[in-house]
């Protein structure tokens, strides 16, 4: 059976997840389930990242006693959101979990026992929000452009990784695309910055951090938690590495494509065999952020819309790797036209027809009709193409397009009125509605699971409103 391991980052457990968060979730599910239908043994995993000094900073300002107690409390939020998005995890990892430390020590032991980490000083400027150090070069006006904020200038004794010496491998590694670097612009922009910019060794301790895994060979340090969380992906799902699929966004980028292939190559384990980083969202026009006040938690968002409506506009308008906005009142109008208007109307009226001319009963409507005006061959094709190269937007373009053509199809043959072709019309509209719901399983399941039951058979109940209108 073919494996497929797909990964999300490890979110940072400092805060609430909120919809940035939950996106590239239900990306990654919708791609578990799509390889699940296919017959493949699948592995997702996801998880939090627990360790750092900006896990320190928030347990302080929360009333904390100690991290590890605000950990405990904030993993709850995490792991609560992925039920409510009825997202298909297969692990969900922690940094704190014990077996991590373990492998993420041994792990590191290993690359010094190899000569590939040695003891320095560095004197650098740290981004507290980053968690890392930050390049003069990269500021402007002197603030980190990602947080706006003045990083700290920082000098202590560190252990370092050689990453200077890894400039021409990647290089290859990408150029060949023997790691697969998406979309095209994020490629470009790695390639660019392995091409102008010489690569320094790089800290991978900390000295005044004193929540993170300790380093084995010198406890006064611990492990720098960019590098604690990069191993996840390894110490998690060793027995199906190499990953097929990091999804990440392009924020991390640098991080999954330059120091995260060097510590694999270095230690002898090959790299992930493709990285894809979406985009940011802003919302109604403006970048989401504490300062402007306009973060949009996932708990609010699945209270106020529901799951399913949340993991339909997330993918519904805005192609997978590009920036996009969450508008609300394109929301609605979404909501409006697709689902209620398109779908539930559809699910409606075909619901209606069969329960009233035929008592509901599917047994007495012909179930052999041919669907070949619906090109639904070349539309399977097209779908899968769509969601090989992540084009959800497309492959719900696709699903949707048929539920279109059916509406048309029932205007154009008038199948409302009884003569001898409504079975024939009413046995194509069911089993496009069946293809309809088997293509939007992966995306919206809740709805997928009704209308299965609404069409299954044998006998057809009363239709009742998937999406009112709103």
């Known amino acids: 059976m073919k494996k497929f391991y797909l990964s999300t980052p490890i979110y940072y457990a400092n805060d609430k997840p909120h919809i940035g968060t939950v996106y590239t ?27 750092g000094a900006k896990m320190v900073k928030a347990a302080q300002m929360a009333g904390f006693d100690s991290p590890k107690a605000f950990c405990e409390h904030q993993v709850v939020f995490f792991q609560r959101v992925l039920r409510q998005l009825d997202i298909t995890e297969d692990y969900f990892i922690r940094t704190t979990n014990p077996d991590h430390e373990r492998f993420v020590q041994q792990f590191l032991t290993e690359l010094k026992n190899k000569g590939e980490i040695y003891k320095g000083t560095y004197r650098g400027l740290y981004c507290l929000g980053c968690e890392e150090f930050k390049d003069p070069s990269e500021l402007v006006n002197g603030l980190c452009p990602l947080h706006q904020s003045k990083p700290e200038e920082i000098t202590e004794e560190n252990y ?15 150029e060949s695309d023997k790691m697969l670097v998406e979309p095209k612009e994020r490629r470009n922009e790695i390639l660019s910055f392995l091409k102008t910019q010489k690569l320094k060794d790089i800290s991978i301790s900390r000295e005044k951090v004193i929540w993170g895994i300790p380093l084995p060979w010198d406890k006064k340090q611990t492990v ?18 190499p990953c097929d699929l990091h999804l990440i966004g392009k924020d991390i980028l640098k991080f999954h494509t330059v120091l995260w292939p060097a510590l694999l190559l270095a230690n002898g384990y090959p ?18 952020s504490k300062t402007y006040g306009n973060i949009i938690y996932a708990e609010e968002a699945i209270q106020r819309y529901g799951s399913d409506v949340v993991r339909f506009y ?137 209308m299965e039951k609404q069409f299954q058979g044998p006998k057809i109940p009363p239709p009742t409103p998937l999406f009112p209108r709103r």
């Open 25 to 51: 979730s239900i990306a990654a599910d919708i791609l578990a389930r799509w390889h699940r239908q296919r017959g493949e043994k699948v592995y997702f995993q996801t998880g939090v990242d627990e360790h």
């Open 160 to 174: 370092f990784f050689r990453l200077s010496h890894y400039q021409d491998k990647l290089l290859r590694l990408i």
């Open 224 to 241: 720098y938690c960019w590098v604690d969380a990069l191993l996840n992906y390894l110490s998690g799902g060793l027995e199906f590495w």
């Open 271 to 288: 790299p992930p065999k493709r990285v894809f980083a979406h985009g940011f969202f802003t919302l109604e026009g403006k970048k989401i």
């Open 314 to 450: 997330l993918f519904r308008t805005i192609p997978f790797g590009q920036d996009g906005d969450f508008s609300e009142e394109n929301l609605k109008a979404r909501y409006n036209a697709d689902l209620a208007n398109g779908l539930g109307n559809l699910v409606q009226r075909v619901s209606h027809l069969v329960a009233k001319e035929h008592q509901g009963r599917l047994s007495q409507i012909k179930t052999t009709a041919s669907l070949r005006e619906f090109e639904l061959p070349k539309i399977r094709k097209q779908y899968q193409q769509a969601l090989e190269a992540l084009r959800f937007d497309q492959a719900l373009d696709l699903v949707f397009g048929l539920v279109e053509k059916a509406n048309q199809y029932i205007e154009k043959y008038r199948v409302w009125q009884k003569d001898q072709n409504q079975p024939i019309h009413l046995a194509k509209l069911v089993q496009l509605l069946k293809e309809v719901g088997e293509g939007l399983a992966i995306f919206m399941p809740q709805t997928a699971a009704k």
